[in-house]
């Protein structure tokens, strides 16, 4: 069966700082990879989607990057942190198929300080 | 441009109480699949259903049921007999065919708060 990891679970980091974000997917080959942030109110944003190595599409502006070096792994980076980047960074794959059924991994909790 | 609407932010009921869950959706395509997920207070999101445009049957899974009505864009999910392990945040989503790259729309969520 298809298992999805992130870590870490959660991270305190000071503005300014650095940032990577790690995001795997057991069980499956060339999933579509999804980065989400979820803000202190509940709403889902989604950032970055990736359709295969190297592949990265940007849904909105930010000091956030995003690189898929494997085939299921995928890492939400930033050089420089604002405090605006805190919330809950959820990673998701979904098969191939036309009905994009996404499946979502545990989180990360994010505090920029 | 897709839509979903949870209009409900937040809902309380005491256990064994029925309670629904109001989803609407706007899109202009004539396929598209529409989700249900929950995010218990760990913070993961959980697949609960999903159901195409062309199938309306209703769907039941043990205490949760699904009405689909492609009339009215709707997509509400009920609870029968709750339970405080049903407190959740809920969410709707959608996707329009072909999929992948642009993701699910979701709605805002509905806190779901079962009291004892």
């Known amino acids: 069966s298809q298992t999805i990891h992130q870590w870490p679970a959660t991270l305190v980091q000071p503005v300014g700082s650095p940032l990577s974000l790690e995001c795997t997917v057991e069980g499956t080959s060339n999933p579509n990879l999804y980065w989400y942030r979820q803000a202190a109110g509940r709403g889902l944003q989604l950032l970055f989607y990736s359709v295969g190595i190297g592949q990265i599409s940007s849904e909105v502006p930010q000091n956030l990057s995003a690189s898929r070096p494997q085939d299921r792994q995928f890492i939400l980076s930033s050089k420089k942190l604002l405090l605006s980047d805190s919330g809950f960074y959820l990673c998701?794959?979904?098969?191939?198929?036309?009905?994009?059924?996404?499946?979502f991994g545990p989180g990360t909790r994010l505090t920029v300080l | 441009a897709q839509k979903v609407t949870q209009a409900q932010t937040e809902i309380s009921v005491v256990e064994k109480e029925d309670v629904t869950l109001d989803c609407v959706y706007e899109?202009?395509?004539?396929?598209?699949?529409l989700f249900w997920y929950k995010q218990p207070p760990s913070g993961e999101l959980v697949f609960l259903i999903r159901r195409n445009s062309f199938d309306e049957q209703n769907e039941i899974s043990g205490r949760y049921s699904w009405n689909f009505q492609k009339s009215t864009s709707s997509f509400n999910f009920t609870i029968t007999a709750s339970q405080v392990v049903d407190s959740a945040v809920y969410f709707c989503?959608?996707?329009?065919?072909?999929?992948?790259?642009?993701?699910?729309?979701f709605g805002k969520g509905t806190h779901l708060i079962i009291q004892p």
């Open positions: 989503a959608l996707s329009e065919e072909g999929g992948g790259a642009d993701g699910l729309t």
């Open positions: 998701a794959w979904s098969v191939r198929d036309f009905t994009d059924t996404q499946y």
């Open positions: 899109t202009r395509d004539t396929t598209y699949y």
